[in-house]
């Protein structure tokens, strides 16, 4: 596509084929000034435009770019100038390059790590923040076409922001130097697998575990620098052990499509919720759902949106097959989220609008602050984004 063509009539559907609909034209800018052109004339037509990156979320929300690559490093600050078009993957194996890594990834590498950024995308272990906390600066086209720098002040607020402040052309994220990693999977009774929770989570670096409701029987998953870790596990017998750098080991490749619910839970919530999902699953989706739930831990955070914001958290997610009808499994299931205090990810399916996401966040009159003040007229608040952050919470 030449810079900044837009193709009328192309349709869009998201990774696992939820999400489609036909916008009045798709754009891929390839540079910053054919991004600043676009955001403009849309202004100037009073339209709406929305971000979408590699499209694995399934929520709403989600235009970006051919901009690709680390594009500087800093290697004292151990810092990288990301352009928003690049994967995690191919920012990964750069970096590398470079003795440089991220100090986590989630179960798959394919999003951008703007997209990543964006919804708070996590991995697990309890001292790893989510990758949204990475974000160091870097530049945003504005609602009014101009590039601004994203300054200190901004950061709570750029992390974790939906596409709702402006679009990234480029992230600053921080890192650390490569490191290696072991990794052991382990296979346990579910209930093995939570009288030792706590000293699993303690003891590794990451660490969680996936439950498969048909046998009752758990993975664990943990990854330590080698040597270290939990070791040779009484309850569990070992079915893999890989070594490798971290970009290389943390995450997976999935093949199956899969729909998702997760929410993210204060830590101390993370067992009791489980257990009521254990249950209702048993008792209730037994026939239909065989896809595992996974159990993850993240530590505390102070971006405004992020879903660990100010606490601990468990994140527990479900999947079921795309393509199958998974509405009335989350359905089901989400009330006992909400019981435990649950938080949504901000890329997969929940029901929740402005007003019960409000009262979860303690700072979000201070993230609409910001995004009035980056986008007053609202260019970037589509009616999925509207429904999300504004309608009925004021
Ligand atoms: C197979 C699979 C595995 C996953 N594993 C995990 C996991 O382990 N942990 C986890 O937390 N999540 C996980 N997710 C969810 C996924 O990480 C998030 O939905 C992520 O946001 C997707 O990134 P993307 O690049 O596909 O962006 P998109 O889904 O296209 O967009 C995500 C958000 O980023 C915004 N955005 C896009 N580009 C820009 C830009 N240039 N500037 C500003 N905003 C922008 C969009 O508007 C949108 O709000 C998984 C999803 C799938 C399908």
């Known amino acids: 596509m030449s810079e900044n063509a837009a193709s009328a009539e192309a349709e869009w559907v998201n990774w696992s084929g939820s999400l489609r609909f036909t916008p009045r ?19 100037a037509e009073g339209r709406k435009l929305r971000a979408v990156a590699a499209g694995h979320s399934s929520s709403p929300p989600v235009e970006t770019d051919d901009m690709q690559g680390v594009l500087a490093v800093d290697k004292p600050k151990r810092q990288a100038d990301i352009a928003a078009g690049t994967s995690l993957k191919a920012a990964g194996e750069q ?4 003795g440089l890594a991220f100090h986590n990834l989630g179960d798959v590498d394919v999003q951008t790590v703007v997209g990543a950024i964006a919804t708070g995308t996590h991995g697990s272990g309890r001292h790893l923040r989510n990758l949204a906390t990475m974000l160091a ?17 901004a950061l709570p607020a750029a992390r974790c922001s939906l596409g709702a402040l402006g679009i990234f ?14 990794r052991y999977e382990y ?44 070791r040779a596990l009484a309850f569990a017998h070992c079915v893999s052990r890989e070594e490798g750098w971290s970009h290389e080991l943390i995450a997976r490749r999935r093949q199956l499509k899969f729909e998702e619910m997760e929410y993210a839970l204060p830590a101390e919530a993370g067992v009791a919720c489980f257990r009521a999902i254990h249950e209702r699953m048993k008792t209730h989706h ?10 993850r831990h993240v530590a505390a955070d102070d971006a405004f949106l992020s879903p660990a914001h100010g606490r601990e958290t468990v994140t527990i997610s479900l999947h079921h097959n795309a393509g199958l009808p998974y509405a009335a499994f989350f359905d089901d299931i989400e009330p006992v989220f909400r019981a435990h205090d649950g938080r949504p990810h901000w890329g997969k399916k929940h029901s929740l609008g402005a007003a019960q996401l409000r009262e979860l966040y303690p700072r979000w009159d201070d ?19 509207q429904h999300l952050l504004e309608d009925g919470a004021q």
């Open 169 to 182: 052309s480029v992230v600053r994220v921080q890192l650390l130097d490569a490191y290696r990693l072991e």
């Open 367 to 385: 993230f609409l602050a910001w995004r009035k003040r980056f986008d007053p007229a609202g260019l970037f608040m589509s009616p999925a984004l």
């Open 25 to 43: 034209s798709l754009a891929k800018p390839r540079s910053e000034a054919a991004l600043g052109h676009l955001v403009r004339r849309a202004a």
């Open 95 to 98: 970096l590398h390059r470079e």
């Open 286 to 295: 037994r026939r239909d759902v065989a896809w595992r739930v996974l159990y």
């Open 137 to 153: 600066g870097g530049r945003m086209m504005s609602a009014s076409g101009e590039i601004i720098e994203i300054e200190e002040a």
């Open 187 to 230: 296979c346990a009774r579910i209930e093995d697998c939570l009288a030792h929770l706590d000293e699993l989570f303690e003891e590794n670096r990451n660490f969680d575990f996936y439950w498969y409701p048909r046998s009752d029987e758990a993975k664990l998953r943990m990854l330590n620098p080698p040597g270290q870790g939990s």
